[in-house]
């Protein structure tokens, strides 16, 4: 056994890291033959395909089809069904008309209800929206069905909302949660979303006060593939991404579980959004989250769920969910400290630890940190001027992201191997408290920064265990120091794929960082492999392998399309067009209309996008017979010091989208269509003053109140996403190999008219 221990110890590495991926999702989905009490992925994505069969964003054709099929749905299952219809601002700046589905099952009780909650609208203009948020109105249907099929009537109200205009600015959740009387009673809310088409569903908490009783419920609860942590928990609450959920939360104090799986990010908001990238097991996870749930707190009192206490809390193979409360953490790293320096006086009685040594087992490990932190900093800005289209790439993750992360891991376990050759001389047992002190150090800024890091300590705990063991014994048993490295691998394995994921390729030395990190707390096992300088050519061969291998993916096809745009802007105020471009890098399409007297956008206002991206060429276009809208000044007057002004805008041809500036930020109030825009937006706001997502081709009320001695300049861009079928255009079909860029205003005909008053 001895003989083969080193063998053995690799293989259960390999496996504990395997089983950390394995372990956080389903690996196969059931089909529709199961009983009828039970979710069916197959059933649920029946309905993602009559869904996801065009784009359906808010007011357009499609998005109306959606909603005649999801209230015929809800009326299958018996339930009674309402609309709501409003205007809604929010506080992105975007008007939009908002027309949400509403349900409800009745509960055999009066008390705190149940919500499950998901959009239907598509993003604007191209994506079917399978994922993004089929996949949350399907398994919700199909968990509803089940649920009936049970003939158990639940004790508290089970409410069933599809939000609409999510993607425009969280305007149906908006409307909903401050005009409809069934929100005052919300106790809970189960809200299912997605920003890829793969990959496990996380589970994040959405809290204004501590989550300790939701994170004991939901273990209640017993979901049989849970995944979350609570460093999500922490990141997820100090940036500015928002779902339905957070309207709830900030409009209502209103608590709930986002479901969410982010894996597949190319294919977010795109084209390929579609039925058949979706990911089975995928919605089969949803599907094991919603069902023992909706059980659960539809017949739990869902009006004692607030605290003021948080949970560190993550997930682990064979455990599920582990967590404890935010007040463990300074003890639990105190006592990790007192143990390691107890530790290292008992080493240093025993003889086993040598001062000089120690010192000298710090530098392969800074190296390694310092090398493959330059690694990973500076390899992406690399990687991107040697493919210059990954620019094009708004969200930052390309078709060939995972070979890149994977490449980049190794070449980081290359540089670890390479350094610790170097120094094999030094005893295991010295070169242990390098990674062991960086980790306390690591511990002890989380405890002060970001509590939510609290669950790091417990690799730390298995660290210092084999601390002890390699202290009292000469030659220890190689197979128990790795299974004593297991949480590390179990716990921090999966963050090696999931910050890239889920932040951007741009995080890449997250990558590099935490996989030198981590290979430090193996240093117990790893430290006895001898042929260190072999492992480390074989993961520099498999690195640049997948450095290859991308290369081979790096080109655009038709399953990995690269994105493109083009827009087609007249300027009323000088009588003159140009063709526009988000892309960096011009390929063929675009370049026809480019060509070589393009040059770089000088349009001041940057129209409203998911990363505030603005043009980045223009060229001169021939001018096109483009009706401009008509502007109407029905009220300019001074009452009380203020002036007040009113404005109609009504198009004159089928438009999507209008966006208004305004030269100044003294705006006191704003109106429009009779929504008013809260102060605090007024305040933070720049340039621009709103948008409005037109429906129906309606027209555009505005009213403005300024100081009495104000420059008012506006300046109108109205928009229609009709730039390949306009009459007036001869717009080539796009190669199959390109799609049309997300997150940006896309096949558009474009008006400026700018008004002085």
């Excluded at 506080?91 to 705190?112: E, M, P, Q, Y």
């Excluded at 970001?450 to 790091?456: A, I, Q, S």
Aim: contains cysteine; charged residues 15%; hydrophobic residues 45%.
């Amino acid at each position: 056994m001895k003989k083969y221990s080193v063998a053995i110890s690799f293989l259960l590495i390999l496996a504990a890291i395997y089983w950390s991926f394995l372990a956080i999702m389903p690996q196969n989905f059931s089909k529709s033959n199961v009983p009828s009490t039970q979710f069916s992925t197959e059933r649920a994505l029946n309905h993602i395909k009559t869904i996801a069969e065009y784009p359906h964003y808010a007011g357009s054709a499609s998005h109306t089809h959606v909603r005649q099929y999801l209230i015929s749905e809800l009326k299958k299952l018996g339930l009674e069904t309402q609309i709501q219809e409003g205007y809604t601002a929010g506080d992105w700046g975007n008007l939009s008309k908002a027309i949400n589905i509403i349900a409800k099952i009745k509960g055999s009780r009066s008390g705190k209800s149940l919500l499950l909650l998901s959009h239907y609208d598509s993003s604007p203009y191209s994506s079917p929206g399978a994922s993004d948020a089929g996949s949350g109105i399907a398994t919700i249907l199909e968990g509803v069905r089940a649920f009936l099929a049970t003939g158990k009537k639940p004790a508290n109200d089970v409410i069933i909302v599809f939000s609409d205009a999510e993607e425009l600015g969280l305007n149906g959740a908006e409307l909903f949660v401050n005009k409809h009387p069934w929100a005052k009673n919300i106790g809970l809310i189960l809200n299912f979303e997605a920003r890829g088409s793969g990959g496990p569903g996380i589970m994040l908490v959405e809290t204004n006060n501590g989550n300790a009783q939701l994170i004991k419920h939901f273990v209640n609860a017993n979901p049989p593939f849970p995944m979350g942590n609570s460093l999500a928990y922490s990141i997820y609450k100090i940036m500015p991404n928002d779902t339905d959920l957070t309207v709830f939360r900030e409009n209502a104090n209103i608590q709930g579980f986002n479901f969410a799986f982010i894996d597949d990010h190319y294919d977010y908001h795109t084209v390929l959004d579609n039925y058949e990238r979706l990911d089975r097991n995928t919605l089969e996870h949803q599907g094991t989250y919603l069902m023992p749930l909706l059980k659960y707190f539809s017949n739990t009192d869902l009006s004692a769920l607030s605290s003021n206490e948080d949970y560190v809390y993550v997930n682990v193979p064979v455990f599920k969910l582990i967590y404890y409360p935010f007040s463990w953490i300074i003890p639990m790293l105190i006592t990790a400290i007192i143990i390691f320096l107890i530790l290292l006086g008992y080493g240093k009685y025993k003889g086993k630890l040598n001062y000089n040594h120690i010192f000298k087992g710090f530098i392969p490990f800074i190296l390694s940190l310092v090398i493959c932190g330059l690694i990973g900093f500076y390899g992406w800005p690399v990687i991107k001027s040697i493919y210059p289209h990954y620019k094009d790439n708004l969200h930052g993750f390309t078709y060939n992201g995972y070979l890149y992360i994977t490449a980049f891991v190794f070449i980081s376990i290359t540089v670890c191997f390479a350094f610790y050759k170097k120094f094999k001389k030094i005893n295991t047992v010295n070169l242990i408290v390098a990674p062991v002190t960086f980790w306390l150090i690591i511990c002890s800024l989380g405890a002060i920064y970001l509590k939510g890091t609290g669950f790091f300590i417990i690799p730390v705990f298995g660290a210092l265990v084999s601390f002890y063991i390699l202290i009292e014994q000469e030659e220890p048993n190689l197979v128990i120091l790795t299974l004593l490295a297991f949480p590390a691998l179990w716990i921090l394995s999966p963050l090696v794929q999931i910050f890239p994921v889920g932040l951007g390729l741009k995080t890449m030395i997250a990558v590099t960082l935490l996989v030198v990190l981590i290979f430090g707390l193996l240093l117990p096992v790893t430290g006895f492999y001898k042929h260190k300088g072999k492992l480390a050519l074989l993961a520099l061969f498999l690195g640049l392998g997948y450095f290859i291998a991308a290369h081979f993916q790096s080109d655009s096809t038709a399953d990995r399309p690269k994105p493109n745009s083009l827009l087609y802007v007249f300027n009323a105020d000088e009588n003159k067009s140009y063709w526009a471009t988000y892309n960096s890098y011009i390929d063929s399409w675009v370049a026809q209309y480019m060509g070589k007297n393009k040059k770089k956008i000088t349009e001041e206002n940057k129209l409203s996008s998911k990363y505030n991206t603005g043009y980045s060429f223009m060229a001169d276009a021939p001018l096109k017979d483009i009706p401009v809208p008509e502007i109407e000044i029905s009220n300019d007057t001074i009452i009380d010091n203020r002036r007040h002004i009113e404005i109609c805008v009504n198009p004159q041809r089928n438009i999507n989208r209008l966006e208004v500036f305004a030269n100044t930020k003294n705006i006191n109030e704003c109106m429009v269509n009779s929504v008013p825009f809260s102060k605090e937006y007024l305040q933070k706001r720049k340039s621009k003053l709103f948008t409005h997502f037109v429906s129906n081709n309606n027209y555009t009320d505005i009213k403005l109140v300024l100081p009495e001695n104000e420059n008012l300049e506006l300046t109108f861009y109205e928009a229609s996403n009709n730039l390949l079928t306009n009459k007036l255009f001869s717009i080539p079909p796009r190669p199959e190999n390109t799609i049309p860029m997300p997150f940006v205003l896309n096949d558009a005909i474009v008006v400026k008219k700018t008004i002085k008053f």
